[in-house]
C-alpha cells in the first residue's frame, strides 16, 4: 500500500505561484511512477505533470509546459509541483497519485491517489 498525501493549495491571484506537495509513504517510491492530477467543477480528471521516480524523466501536459515544474525529494518521499505565472484556468481540485507501471504516464487511472488539494486563482 501506498500513502500519500497532499499540501499547499490555496488561493492565489493571476500570476501568482504556489507549490504543492505529496508526501508519500508505505512502499519503496523509488520504484514508483508519481502524477499530478487535476480536476475542475464540471470537467474530467486531467493529468498535469509526472516523474520517475527512479530516473528523474518528467513529463508535461501542453497546457502547463514552461510554467509547472514537477521534482522529488528522495531522501523526504516527497513529490512537488512548482506552478508559477498561474492563470484562472488553472484553478481545479489537484491530486497526488502514484502506480508501479510506469506506462500509466497520462492515464488518469492511477492505483494510488491522495485526496485532493484545492487551487484557486483570482482573475
Known amino acids: 500500500q501506498v500513502q500519500l498525501v497532499e499540501s499547499g493549495g490555496g488561493l492565489v491571484q493571476a500570476g501568482g505561484s504556489l507549490r504543492l506537495s505529496c508526501a508519500a509513504s508505505g512502499r519503496t517510491v523509488s520504484s514508483l511512477l508519481m502524477g499530478w492530477f487535476r480536476q475542475a467543477p464540471g470537467k474530467e480528471r486531467e493529468f498535469v505533470a509526472a516523474v520517475r521516480w527512479s530516473v528523474s524523466s518528467t513529463y508535461y501536459a501542453d497546457s502547463v509546459k514552461g510554467r509547472f515544474t514537477i521534482s522529488r525529494d528522495n531522501a523526504k518521499n516527497t513529490v512537488y509541483l512548482q506552478m508559477n505565472s498561474l492563470k484562472p484556468e488553472d484553478t481545479a481540485v489537484y491530486y497526488c497519485?502514484?502506480?508501479?507501471?510506469?506506462?500509466?504516464?497520462?492515464?488518469?487511472?492511477?492505483?494510488?491517489w491522495g485526496q485532493g488539494t484545492q487551487v484557486t486563482v483570482s482573475s
Open positions: 497519485a502514484a502506480d508501479p507501471n510506469y506506462s500509466k504516464l497520462y492515464d488518469p487511472n492511477y492505483h494510488y
